[in-house]
């Protein structure tokens, strides 16, 4: 070993680095501990939520609660062309008009045809379907839609104006 002036000499110790003292974050954020230098200088720079980790979890939390909320609440869809062909198997008197998008009523519709609707809108796929329909008045959609599940959505159709309407009834009936 060498013993010259260079060697034998003890380095200096550096003081440590001041902590900030950090401001009560209220009732419902947690303080970081003392010991813990990071967290300070964080929230000394102004960010409240020091921990990203249970800022992360929160918001995955939050995702999944968005997720399962979309799951249970599918929004309305657009039959496919073997629904529509069941629908019409379940609808003795009703069509699919031209475009095919849309149900066509019978021209001198009964009150036993709109009821015959009614129940073919129960069927699982229709429930949550979007429902075109032509060749109906206000008065008789209005009434399919007051006993059809308020999941389907109608929408009434007039091909000669080329205008669309959107049938929905209030939630609280």
């Not at 003890?10 to 902590?19: L, T």
């Not at 970081?32 to 990071?38: A, I, M």
Request: proline content about 5%; overall charge positive.
């Amino acid at each position: 070993m060498a013993s010259n002036r260079n060697f034998s000499r003890r380095e200096q110790r550096k003081a440590p680095a001041e902590i900030p003292a950090v401001p009560d974050l209220g009732v419902r954020l947690t303080m970081p501990r003392k010991s813990n230098r990071t967290a300070a200088l964080r929230v000394a720079a102004g960010d409240r939520f020091w921990d990203k980790r249970k800022v992360a979890a929160k918001a995955r939390r939050h995702a999944l609660e968005m997720q399962e909320l979309a799951t249970s609440q599918r929004g309305a869809h657009r039959l496919t062309r073997r629904q529509k062909q069941w629908l019409e198997n379940h609808l003795s008197t009703w069509t699919w008009a031209s475009s095919g998008d849309t149900l066509q009523a019978p021209k001198t519709t009964t009150q036993a045809q709109l009821d015959e609707l009614v129940t073919a809108t129960r069927l699982p796929y229709v429930q949550r379907a979007v429902l075109k329909i032509q060749g109906l008045c206000l008065e008789q959609i209005r009434y399919i839609a007051e006993r059809a599940p308020q999941t389907v959505l109608f929408v009434l159709v007039d091909p000669l104006a080329k205008s669309q309407q959107t049938i929905r009834l209030p939630r609280g009936k």
